[in-house]
């Protein structure tokens, strides 16, 4: 006989307790009343010595009745004699971080220690599978599904061995919360391959996560996903070698930075890093460069922002040093390349007349370190220049009646898709223009009384001129006033209108054009016109028309790794290719719009058109925020940190429930009880009589 | 189940402990209830035998004479002496009523047990009531203070009509105090009798002899003469009880398990203990201690205590003659002068 709850037998000894009190001579019932007790102290208990135990048999009763309480609290069963050990499998996910802050000293070969160890962890029967993630997950080696042929543990180990021996770790970001989800729904699809039904206890799943578990890891997928219960997660997070990490942010777009030297950079220190002191410097072929070295001193935990030097345009890398963690110290931008664009100005007026066109447009295009607008208003220039189509001029202004030969030469322009700008200045020079406008009705209007003016009442901020012109602190063009303009009544059913003075007539507007652009104002800038000239929207207008013109020298924003790049349209049928940093080529479709091969960071150059595009792709920045974070974090997303149970745990569960089982079938303690109950009532009856016959042999006495 | 049937704990007869034949049986005396009547028959039983009595009564006279200086009263001024001698000598005088007396009557609960089927509270308030009914013969002042934890009836020290019958009826009230506290009381008597007198303390004493000492010396330097009638059951002398049993303490309720047989040596070593340190005190302080059993007959007790009382008063009267006859041989001799008595 065996029993469930052995430690119900100490109850036995309970039967110390008739003993005793058949020893002890009972307290007195009797009570009297004295005058004083000062001078007076308790008596001990008389205990009467074991050859004066009186009762024997009701002693005996009472001392059974304890022992067979014990016992069917104990309860007790008889165990059978034969009892099927169960198989138990458990599924095993081991997730792997691949991530880029896996690249920091010795934190890859610690990972691939750790996958090691939790391999020799595993029992025959446990199912496995390895998983990697970073951005993305990678299922490395699935759980066996039913309809293939199951494989060994050591031969899943040697797979996931041989697995390991490829990976290594990537430069993207870390996305921990879907690469939990992933495996959580990965382990949900792939049902147990045993057969557990025979057994009472469900195994659950367990998720190892093998990684640094730095600050910058992504878990806002987690808020959305209720996690399943039977799924446990462990962290087995990796400790670098040297703790800390810096790592420099650019302040402001290099593209549009005026000045080389310069470049705002910040430099971020992280908490309980080991050092404080580093260099920053842009890395270039001129040997002089190195002593254009800031010197950042950042206390763990703050940053330092500073200008660093940049003498080359052509430099594209930002250097850190003085960091231990050395993969997110290399920064990169995009060479600057300045284009030189000519436009080609016909018109009446000088490039010194306040009074006309050329003099405002000229100063409205500023040099900047990507660009540079030429003006060129000599006829003989411009006719050397349109003899060659490499250097013709790249958009045209015209303001004044054109000669046929203009004509022609403004025609082929457009024929080649280039872009024309005409602004009406006369009624003759528009019938002078029929051929590009078409047949179009203009009146002069002109206005003496500078308070009688027109505005622009209706503009379409969709169109690419006016866009960067449309949010709500620029969109106000009630300030300049327009005193005269060709009222054009018909512009072309097929013209796009963009802008209309406030009496409905057209004021800026495309006239219906096969190949190029062309692109009409109905008034000048010039102050005899209007303030457009000496308004804040001019600059923009006309810088936003050369980019019309001619494009973007780079691609602008910034990337990251695994960013999906938007590619700008191809103008010509020319093959287009994007060149990675590390020299692979990329073909792209003519119609490709978005590049998502981004998975190193350098500087990719873009070929289209005939040219260049170079766009810069960085590390993101949260993968530098390597600062550990606690695993706790994850249970705030509902995700079950712990393990489950060992096998020996399950089995231990496994042959309670076994007995719990056979016991609750047996149910011997009810028989203990009832004799428990017979004896207690042959223990009345028996004390009972003595009783009676203690009382009569009183009275008798008496 | 079954009890062991046990047997009620009782003290053996008291009978045995009234051992005196002479007076009036003190269970036969105390079976009449009205209490002037039977410090009545207390106090005639008392006289009526006084006569065989070698004693005589407590109350001297006394007179004494100092000589004269100035800031005297001239009217206490003996002027018999002063016409015969031409000496001036004052004349000293006891008050008329000599003796002012406070009964001073224990009724804490401790008072109410009694083995012999009155008592202690039955007899000491029977025996306050006799020495009043005496005193009230002697036309002496005689007050009351009954006390238990604290004090509880108090009336002053009168001779007049009707101030007897005040005190019976002071003393019928019944027990209702809990705890005894002697020290409070005699506190409370030294700071209300102000007036010189003697005072009768009528209790079982069963209290902590520790702040006793200090409360007496107190009242005995005020110039009270202290008297202890100290009424004890003759339970609480013998512990003669049979059987063991749950002792309740009749004051703080407070149980004990007690079996006499092994704790009746005990007792009686410690209250033996107690009763001589009490004694002690009392002998430090020239007060006057008389243990009375409530078996013992209360004319014998009466007649103990004016026995001590005339002692006590001859031994002064004797004293105070030697010093005043000392006192003036040493005034007049050296001046060849004759003794003015």
Redesign the interface.
Known sequence: MSFLAWMFGLGGLAIAFPLLFHLIRRMPRGKQTFSSLMFLRQSPPRITRKSRLENWLLLLLRSLAVVLLALAFMRPFIPLATQVTPSIAKRVAILLDTSASMQRSDQWPQAVRKVEELLNTLAEDDDIALLTFDARVNIVLPFEQPAQQSLTLARKKDLIRDELRQLKPTWSKTDLGNALIATAEHLEDSEVRRDLSDLDIQIGSQIFVVTDLQEGVELAPLTNYRWPKNVLVEIHRLQPETPGNAYALLLEDQNSSSDLRGTRVRLINSKGAETHQFSVRWLSDDSSASDQAVTFNVPPGSNQTLPVPRLDANSTELLVSGDAATFDNRLFVAPLVQQQITVGYLGDDDADDVDGLQYYMTRAFVETPTRKITVIDDPDELAQLATDPQTEADWWVVSRKLEPPEMELLNEHIARGNQVLIVLTSVEMTRSLESLLGSIEVNEVSRENPRDYRMLGQIDFQHPLFKPLSGPQYNDFTKIRFWRHRAVLNPGETSEVIARFDNGDPAIWFPASETGTLLVFASGWNPDDSQLGLSTKFVPLMMELSRQAVGESSLAGSWSVDDAIELPQPTTAQPRKIVAPDGREYRLQQDEAVFNQTDHPGVYQLHQDGQQLPFAVNLHEMESRTAPLDPEHLAAYQVRLGNQPTHQDVRERLQRASIVQIENRQKIWKWAIVVVLFVLIFETILAGRRQVNQQQLAEVTA | ?????????QPVSASNFAGSDSGLDPRTLLSIKNLELRARIVVEGFMAGLHRSPYHGFSVEFTDYRQYTPGDDPRYLDWKLLARTDRMFIKRFEDETNLRCTLVVDQSR??G?GSVGHS?IDYAKTLAAALAFFLARQRDATGLLTFDEGVSEYIPARYRPGHLRRLMVGLERTVSGSTTDVNTALERVANIVSKRGMVVLIS?L???IDTLHKQLGYLHSRGHDVVILRIL?P??TEFN?Q??????????L??????PQ??RA??LK??DE?AAQLKQICDDQVIELHTLSTVQPLEKALLDFVASRSRKTNQLGRRQSQRNRSEQNRRVQPAGEVSPS
């Open positions: 189940m079954p009890t062991q049937a046990t047997k009620q704990t401790s008072m047990y202690k079982d069963l209290t902590p059951d339970a609480e009880f059987n063991e049993a749950l002792f309740e303490d009749s004051e703080s407070k149980q004990l398990y007690i079996d092994s704790t005990e007792y410690r209250f107690h």
